[in-house]
């Protein structure tokens, strides 16, 4: 069945960088623009950025435009978040999600857990 | 950038209650709207799309309605497994804007 599973989450200090993943299973990875999407504890959803089918496209919500990186490796299967000059306000659950375009965000993972604190 | 305001933040209902929940737009756009659920420690799950159009799987009792600015979410007959936080969005395009969420308990 059509799944995302994240990795890459932890425990890191202000400022520093984390690299998330996500693995692709299930359907045709190229065919699908995908997203990041973070949920701070205790909180609603937050929009974190955007790749499209083919790389090309790249967008990003105003709190992490330019510290974070949005990437895909469709040879892997994989999708990836570069977080850089990460602040305590990034503390968050980090969604990998599937954009169906038409049809919005159909396939979620489980989440990759990320906590920024001194 | 279009905002997405929700109302109400929470409400209580009764089993068997109709709940509406309503989503308005900062400004007027096409009908890319969605709804989704999220239950208790669980991750969301695409309700509607195309403000009206319910996802594969998802029950007959949710319905979704509006254009413009303003969107509806109902949920009739409420069950005990709807109690959740359900969130508006705007796809489509980049921002893809959630609302604040609406908490839905039962009384």
Redesign the interface.
Same mark, same amino acid.
């Given at each position: 069945q059509e799944q995302l599973v994240e990795s890459g989450g932890g425990v890191v200090h202000p400022g520093t960088s984390l690299r998330l993943s996500c693995a692709a299973s299930g359907f045709k990875f190229n065919g699908y623009g995908m997203?990041w999407v973070r949920q701070a504890p205790g909180k609603?959803?937050?929009?974190v950025a !955007?790749i499209s089918y083919d790389g090309n496209k790249k967008?990003y919500?105003?709190s992490v435009e330019g510290r974070f990186t949005i990437s895909r490796d469709d040879s892997k299967n994989t999708l990836d978040l570069q977080m850089n000059s990460l602040r305590v306000e990034d503390t968050a659950l980090y969604?990998c999600v599937r954009?169906k375009?038409? !049809?919005?965000?159909?396939v979620?993972?489980?989440?990759t857990t990320v906590t920024v604190s001194s | 950038d279009i905002q997405m305001t929700q109302s109400p933040s929470s409400l209580s209902a009764s089993v068997g209650d109709r709940v509406t929940i309503t989503c308005r737009a900062s400004q007027g756009f096409t009908n890319s709207v969605a709804w989704y659920q999220q239950k208790p420690g669980k991750i969301p799950n695409l309700l509607i799309y195309a403000a009206s159009i319910l996802h594969s799987g998802v029950s007959s009792r949710f319905r979704g309605s509006g254009s413009g600015t303003d969107f509806t979410l109902t949920i009739n007959n409420l069950q005990p497994e709807d109690v959740a936080t359900y969130y508006c969005q705007k796809y489509k395009s980049a921002p893809w804007t959630f609302g604040q969420g609406t908490k839905v308990e039962i009384k």
């Open positions: 997203h609603g959803l937050e929009w !955007f967008n919500g105003d969604y954009d375009v038409n !049809f919005a965000m159909d979620w993972g489980q989440g | -």
